[in-house]
């Protein structure tokens, strides 16, 4: 038998799929239409035949999942029933995993936040402690909602990066001091009950944008992640990239600034090095605009500096400014060869730093991207922020479960051998 990481056994989870794969082209159909859909509708989108279609509405009426929505006449033939989906048919937990912050939602199967809860990711370096908080506010947060709890499909998890997508584990991610292959997907599930799913924040994001986001989630796009760390996710043609062991999107190291600050890699201005928050921080301090460091590995206290920061700029501040002003700038050039690299057609900025820099990274950004795409004679390439708002790492996390229960897969059409 061949070892590896083959498609059907790459998710590496107890999380069931909902139907086969038709039911799951017929679900997907009428969650992408705004309007819903009639069972004629389905046979033209879909090419499959009548009977089926029929066959399979029966039965997604019966799971709940889709309900009807009246009736529409269409020239002289009988009115046909329109078919939608039914947000409260099943819900999805997602938790993000943030060095500063958790982040807990309850999603509907339409992709709308039912509950949420944050709290700060205690400075602990005991992660078991962590997965017991974990599971409390959980539970506080599905008894909040008032659903049964065979309503919800799962729990998805959003980590910061590296991860072992088939062990579950999070492997060692620079910004989680103690957390060394941790297993967090089987302790979470064994203290839960429920089925667990752990990705990375950045992928979490691009299925959120994908699920959640409407039109800036479809065909080719960076999510490029503002958290304590900095990251990216991609999706081409609709499809997230995810790389051989889910691990795609460490850019921490991109070289955007040769006489940036030094990395502890050794290289001289690494995007992480240069533009995560605590590297502005400390680059504000140096110009006298910050009075103190925040010590290393104190995640809370770079987001109250970092606020100021951004304070300082809006309010003027030339120094605070040129800060930020050349992080964009640094932004910019990693963005580019991203860009360029997958022929993207849009870039996404989200996560919880991007709302104190949106209105400067999208004055800054687009000229200096536009100069550095090489097709931009081709397609233009449009800069825009996360529809789904600050919890995106959370609401990802939970778009993973009804992804991974609803979308249609080929792999779910190969025989299991
Ligand atoms: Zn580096």
Not at 71 to 86: A, F, M, V, W, Y
Not at 170 to 183: E, F, Q, T
């Amino acid at each position: 038998m061949t070892q590896g990481w083959g498609a059907s056994m790459r998710r590496g989870t107890n999380l069931p799929r909902v139907g086969d794969f038709n039911q799951a082209v017929i679900l997907d159909t009428i969650r992408r239409s705004d309007d819903g859909l009639s069972r004629v509708e389905l046979v033209s989108a879909t090419g499959l035949s009548a009977q089926t279609v029929t066959n399979i509405c029966r039965r997604l009426l019966d799971l709940g999942l889709i309900a009807e929505a009246g009736k529409q006449s269409s020239g002289p033939g009988k009115p046909r029933t329109i078919l939608r989906l039914e947000p409260s048919g099943r819900y999805a937990v997602g938790v993000h995993l943030d060095p500063a912050v958790m982040t807990f939602v309850v999603l509907d199967l339409a992709g709308q936040v039912v509950v949420r809860s944050q709290q700060p990711t205690p400075p602990v370096t005991d992660p078991d402690k962590i997965v017991v908080g974990m599971a409390e506010a959980i539970g506080a947060l599905i008894d909040q909602s008032g659903l049964a709890r065979e309503r919800i499909l799962g729990i998805g998890i959003a980590s910061p990066g590296p991860i072992d997508s088939q062990r579950g584990e999070v492997v060692d991610p620079p910004h989680l001091v103690g957390w060394r292959n941790v297993p967090l997907r089987a302790a979470l599930s064994e203290a839960t009950g429920l089925p667990v799913l752990i990705d990375k924040d950045v992928t979490a994001a691009v299925v959120a944008e994908m699920w959640a986001g409407g039109p800036t989630g479809a065909g080719s796009f960076v999510f490029f992640y503002l958290g304590t760390g900095v990251g990216a996710g991609m999706a081409v043609r609709d499809s997230v990239v995810r790389g051989r062991s889910d691990n795609a999107g460490e850019i921490g190291h991109f070289v955007v600034d040769p006489d940036g600050p030094m990395c502890a890699c050794g290289l001289r201005g690494c995007i992480g090095a240069s533009c995560e928050p605590m590297a502005l921080v400390r680059e504000a301090v140096g110009l006298g605009v910050l009075e103190s460091v925040p010590t290393d590995n104190d995640a809370r206290a770079v987001d109250r500096w970092f606020t100021v920061l951004c304070e300082c700029a809006d309010s003027g501040d030339e120094r605070a400014e040129q800060v930020l002003d050349r992080s964009a700038v640094r932004v910019a050039k990693a963005v580019s060869d991203i860009v360029n690299l997958l022929d993207l057609e849009r870039v996404v900025f989200g996560g919880p730093f991007w709302s104190r820099l949106r209105d400067r990274y999208l004055r800054v950004i687009p000229p200096v991207l536009d100069a550095a795409t090489t097709v931009r004679n081709v397609h233009g390439v449009d800069v825009v922020g996360t529809n789904v708002g600050e919890d995106v790492g959370a609401v990802g996390a939970a778009c993973l479960v009804l992804d991974h229960s609803f979308s249609p897969r080929p792999s779910s059409l190969l025989i299991a051998g």
